[in-house]
């Protein structure tokens, strides 16, 4: 594989194979009491939800191909329903399996990171 990386944003032609990425990249890992993948539909009914941050939904690209993706919610804490504070969550974090262990999480979780201090929550 090509050295050459870009992050970018997703883009709406990237919602397939972004959410094939995320089967993928789910349906391998092995978690207790866990019987099915479902993480790719929640990336794809996540992008409609109100909670949804598209500014900071990026993939991670080489050679063309999708080979990691990031997307964040905003959330707001509360007790005795009373707001506390709006929190960012990272909703969704995949990289393609054989991919793993090389960095690109941590890439896509250090760029996002410096994006998000663009905002004010």
Not at 50 to 71: A, C, H, Q, T, Y
């Amino acid at each position: 594989m090509n050295k050459h990386k870009e992050i970018r944003l997703e883009t709406q032609k990237d919602y397939k194979s972004v959410e094939n990425l995320t089967f993928d990249a789910f349906e391998t890992m092995e978690l207790p009491g866990r019987d099915f993948t479902n993480e790719h539909f929640y990336a794809h009914l996540l992008r409609n939800d109100k909670s949804f941050i598209p500014e900071l939904d990026f993939v991670i690209e080489s050679n063309g191909r999708i080979i990691g993706n990031i997307m964040y919610n905003l959330l707001t804490i509360t007790t005795d329903n009373t707001i506390k504070d709006k929190v960012l969550s990272l909703a969704v974090l995949s990289v393609k399996p054989e991919l793993h262990g090389q960095g690109l999480g941590a890439s896509l979780i250090k760029h996002t990171l410096k994006e998000a201090k663009k905002f004010r929550v």
